[in-house]
């Protein structure tokens, strides 16, 4: 197990959090010092989780298309939305991960996207501008996680090597639990590149092209 430099928290403030369908809900806001990449990523605590249960733990890369502007390119503002309503319904902790991109950025992501329209997956995308199918590292988040006390957790997420980082870095993934389905007509290639090539938990037979 590497050794991982103790973050601390730095701030914590209460939030009300309102989404558009109309569902509410508080939360706690926690910043950090000592995150080792340096990035302002940031802790939502919901619910409260009962003595002797393992809390909820989603983490959500940022995506400024989905989860701000509702793009029906990916499944990232529906994924947030559930994770939200189904995490405070159980008690832990949403990270909200500055990782656009799978960690390549907004431009980076918007060149992908044009590439995509020419035919190419996500990930052949990315390799076609010399980039990695997916760069993100959670090495922060598991700070992040010990920072607030949490070492055991269920991973609420479709993606294996979410859980496979975590373990490596110390923490107990007790189970992996997928997240809903959300297709559009316009992201169906996208799920179904996951599924294929970085095996996401996510039914293929549902996920028809076209």
Known sequence: MPDIPAATPRARVRVPLRFQDGYSVDAELVTFHGL????????????????????????HSECLTGDVFGSARCDCGPQLREAVERIAERGGVLLYLRQEGR???????????????????????NAALGLPEDARDYTAAAQMLRALGVDRLDLLSNNPDKAEQLRTLGMDVRDRVPTGVFTTDHNVRYLRAKVLQTQHTLPLAELHVG
């Open 103 to 125: 960690g390549i950025g907004l431009y980076n992501k918007l060149d992908a996207y044009a590439l995509q329209d020419q035919g190419l997956d996500t990930y052949e995308a």
């Open 36 to 59: 080792t990449d340096g990035q302002e990523h940031v802790a939502v605590v919901l619910g409260d989780p009962a003595p002797g249960t393992t809390p909820l733990v989603r983490l």
